[in-house]
């Protein structure tokens, strides 16, 4: 059966995606569409590319992850690491991710969006110089660019580009004005509302899979103590406006919570055995949800 989903933002507890897909397709469905935030779109990149679960899992246990803190070789010593943060405004590049993702695509023949079917992928990424959300391909016109033509794994770095942790992405518009573009997850990390239009049916079923804190799926209060616990608020205040009226909608029908515990965002360092504990989370989160799942 062919459904659509949505991978929501999540780092490194991503892996945990692999293992949901894996009952998923044990059961029976196909994806039609996908979309996804930050390491929610390499996932939905790499399954519109026809990636399977076992494939997933496969690349995902081989990654170097520690590449993906490997900043420039240009940067050896403390005083320029920081000089070139400030200017930057990124620890690390990026580059290996785009091009981890570039190389895997290009072994199922994708490099840019004109090499999958029209409309089956989403990308979320955040426009930090106009304060917007962005989808692509779709919104590429708006920066002079052929959506087309745009490299699916250029939007999937974009889409992953953690504020402070990697260099912002930019793009200019018609006008030739700058943009820096980052994590999607800054202004949705879930972004379930793109398969739920108001005004009409879906085309088909559909399915959100979100990566949660442990313990934590209706959490609504945080005490704040101090300044960086208050920033904290704020960006997760940011990040959560947009999705929390589509979530509470679908919460109890078309979303799989994967509740990860003991693993941070930002933890690149993964080791093999921690990668297995987030497969066998998905793969539990899934078949719990498809005991009760009817469509």
């Known amino acids: 059966m062919w459904i659509d989903a949505v991978f929501s933002g999540g780092g490194v507890k991503g892996f945990a995606f692999a293992g949901a897909l894996q009952v998923l397709e044990q059961a029976g469905y196909e994806f039609k569409r ?8 390499i996932v939905a990149a790499l399954v519109a590319a026809g990636y399977t679960s076992t494939d997933l899992k496969r690349v995902m246990s081989a990654m170097d992850t520690d590449k993906l803190l490997e900043p420039s070789r240009k940067v050896r010593f403390p005083f320029l690491k ?110 379930l509302w793109l398969y739920n239009k108001e005004d009409e049916l879906p085309a088909r079923p559909f399915l959100g899979l979100q990566i949660i804190e442990k313990e934590a799926e209706f959490k609504e209060y945080v005490k704040i103590k101090n300044a960086p616990e208050l920033f904290r608020g704020l960006f997760k205040a940011m990040r959560n406006a947009h999705d929390d009226r589509t979530i509470e909608k679908f919460k109890g029908t078309n979303i799989v919570f994967l509740p990860v515990d003991k693993v941070k965002t930002k933890d690149f360092q993964i080791s093999l055995e921690e990668r297995e504990r987030l497969f066998q989370i998905g793969e539990d989160g899934a078949r719990t949800f498809l005991k009760k799942w009817s469509y």
Do not use: H
């Open 34 to 41: 996908t979309a996804g935030t930050s390491a929610g779109s």
């Open 82 to 191: 920081w000089f070139r943060f400030y200017f930057k405004m990124g620890l690390f590049s990026g580059d290996y991710l785009e091009q981890w993702i570039a190389d895997l695509l290009k072994v199922k023949g994708i490099e840019s969006f004109s090499d999958l079917p029209k409309d089956c992928l989403k990308i979320i990424v955040s426009d930090v110089s106009k304060a917007k959300l962005v989808v692509l391909p779709d919104d590429l016109p708006d920066y002079g660019l052929d959506p087309d033509n745009f490299s699916v794994a250029k939007a999937v770095r974009m889409s992953c580009c953690l504020p402070f942790f990697f260099e912002p992405v930019p793009l200019y518009d018609v006008n030739g004005q700058k943009s820096l573009i980052v994590d999607g997850g800054v202004l949705s990390n879930f972004p």
